[in-house]
């Protein structure tokens, strides 16, 4: 086979020839795959001109990467496409289907090749799914070479590999691909097939949307439209959204995903944004949430993030919560609307919770600190000899309704822990302790 020209690297690619396509017909996501970096779409932080991967090979140190990313992105074909730029013998095992003799045979043929002068690019799909003792098992062959490993995973690398196996490897990030990206990839299925979709523009549009950022996705909806009989009208989203079924939105209860829509949905309120917050909460909603736990969020949320600032915050999440419990679904979910739009529009203090936090951590420290005496109860003659609740003033008796007595234990000095702000109902707490420190002060100083 023909050696091909130089490559913009000027490296000519002699000893990795692309793979002969299988006989008969091929998926049009197969036949579109990227023959070259710079034909993958919608990662040019990685592969552009200016981008990481094109940085490593022109300086020649390729080193081990995990590419993390959502499902359509690319990252199959880019490794298989660094492999080739780098001359590297290209294998790929999936944790899906691979156990430790895979991975024995294929850390051997890569010792076997190295000693013949070759390389190898392991590409381990779904990296994520093998267990911290597998992937503990990449450490040696990594550290001393024998292969490069570009892992892919969809899951947070953070969470699901190893530290020390992170600790050897780069970690790229690929983006969802945008609407630009999408849209190329039809234009290039369209060449391709040498006929235009048979779309309206506003169906374009549609068509993208649909993909959710997967260009696999897409040019498998692409491969359906182009099957139709030619000649017919295009059709509008109406008329698209009736041929294909609709994906599913990405979204795991029991992993990062879940993490980031909570936290998208705890932010957009605590930022006063009910637009955003209702968006959120719509998403997790479409994803199959228990709209339960949304309910006990929203209930942390009102104390946590409104406090005093709206004492009714935490009355009406509760509230929404039980309205769910009666009602049900998806007629109870309105019921959180609501106050998912409350908690958005409330005014904020976190003051009741960094109060907490601060009482917590004096507990802690002050240990085993008894009540002043004048404020126990004495009910037993010795406990009354002892001096227990000696000097007690009561509060309802006093000028005001106020005694300012001392509270603290012996041995502490009175702290201050709840600062209240200015903002709602907390304004005028604020106000009723600013008047009590000052009738304390008045007290001290008689």
């Not at 059709?235 to 980031?260: I, M, S, T």
Request: hydrophobic share 40%.
């Amino acid at each position: 086979m023909a050696a091909r020209p130089p490559d913009l690297f000027g490296t000519p690619d002699t000893d990795t020839p692309r793979a002969e396509a299988p006989p008969g017909p091929r998926p049009l996501a197969d036949r579109l795959r990227p023959r070259e970096l710079g034909e993958v779409v919608g990662q040019d932080h990685l592969v552009g001109a200016e981008g990481t991967l094109t940085g490593m090979l022109g300086r020649g140190s390729l080193s081990s990467i995990i590419l993390w990313g959502p499902p359509g992105v690319g990252k199959t074909t880019i490794a298989r496409l660094l492999a080739q730029r780098a001359g590297l013998s290209f294998v790929a095992l999936s944790a899906v289907f691979s156990g430790v003799a895979d991975l024995k045979r294929a850390f051997d043929e890569a010792r076997a090749r190295r000693s013949n002068g070759r390389g190898t690019l392991l590409f381990v799909d779904e990296i994520h799914r093998f267990n911290r003792a597998q992937q503990d098992g990449f450490l040696p062959v990594v550290e001393d070479g024998t292969v490069t490993l570009v892992g892919a995973t969809t899951e947070n690398p953070s969470f699901a590999l190893n530290g020390a196996l992170l600790s050897r490897c780069q970690v790229l990030v690929l983006k969802r691909l945008d609407d630009a990206a999408l849209l190329l990839l039809m234009e290039r299925a369209e060449a391709e097939e040498d006929r235009a979709l048979p779309l309206t523009p506003e169906a374009r549009a549609s068509l993208a949307a649909m993909a959710d950022g997967d260009g696999r996705y897409l040019l498998n909806m692409v491969e359906q439209l182009l099957a139709l009989p030619p000649g017919g009208d295009p059709l509008d989203p109406a008329g698209l959204a009736a041929l294909l079924a609709k994906r599913a939105a990405l979204y795991d209860k029991d992993r990062e995903e879940h993490y980031n829509l909570i936290s998208a949905l705890h932010k957009s309120m605590r930022g006063s944004d009910p637009d955003a917050a209702l968006y959120w909460y719509a998403r997790m909603l479409t994803g199959g949430e228990d709209p339960r736990y949304i309910a006990r969020r929203l209930l942390r949320f009102a104390s946590e993030d409104v406090g005093m600032a709206d004492p009714r915050a935490i009355q009406i999440a509760m509230a929404g919560w039980e309205a769910y419990e009666r009602l049900g679904s998806p007629e109870g979910e309105l019921s959180l609307a609501q106050v998912v739009i409350h908690l958005a529009t409330a005014p904020k203090s976190n003051a009741l919770y960094t109060g907490f936090k601060e009482a917590m951590r004096a507990a802690k420290e002050t240990g085993s600190l008894m009540p002043p005496a004048n404020i126990l109860n004495a009910p037993t003659k010795l406990m009354k000899e002892l001096g227990y609740g000696d000097g007690y003033e009561y509060d309802h008796d006093a000028e005001d309704g106020f005694s300012g007595a001392d509270y603290w234990p012996q041995g502490m000095k009175p702290a201050r822990f709840y600062a209240p702000t200015e903002r709602g109902a907390e304004a005028a707490v604020a106000a009723r302790m600013a008047e009590w420190q000052r009738l304390r002060a008045r007290k001290r100083s008689r």
